[in-house]
């Protein structure tokens, strides 16, 4: 079973930084054949999606994030790394991470909040 796991989350102060990270782990899995999706969610409303890395390495974001965020994978580690530079209050929120394999099938992980205070 594919499992995975979201880490870094934490209180940081407006202007500060965090780096979150997304690992995928299962058995006989090769982690070259998934996309990866930063999602985050507030109380009461969506996921919406933050930003994306395709299985060839393409990398896309929505508006807010573009210049502040980066999201990076080390495919012998299994991992994604999401580093937020320069994170507003309105950055608050639990991130999700979203590995689709590239029939369709998608795994979530649990969230990791992350708080900006201002």
């Known amino acids: 079973q594919v499992q995975v796991v979201e880490s870094g989350g934490g209180l940081v102060q407006a202007g500060g930084s965090l780096r979150l990270s997304c690992t995928v782990s299962?058995?006989?899995?090769?982690?070259?054949?998934?996309?990866v999706d930063w999602y985050r969610q507030t109380p009461g409303n969506k996921r919406d999606l933050v930003t994306h890395t395709s299985r060839d390495g393409e990398t896309t974001y929505e508006d807010s994030a573009k210049g502040r965020f980066t999201i990076s994978r080390d495919i012998g580690a299994h991992t994604v790394y999401l580093q937020m530079d320069n994170l507003k209050p309105e950055d608050t929120a639990v991130y999700y991470c979203?590995?689709?394999?590239?029939?369709?099938?998608?795994?979530w992980g649990q969230g990791t909040q992350v708080t900006v205070s201002a």
């Open positions: 979203n590995a689709v394999r590239y029939d369709g099938r998608k795994y």
């Open positions: 299962g058995p006989n899995l090769i982690f070259s054949f998934y996309n």
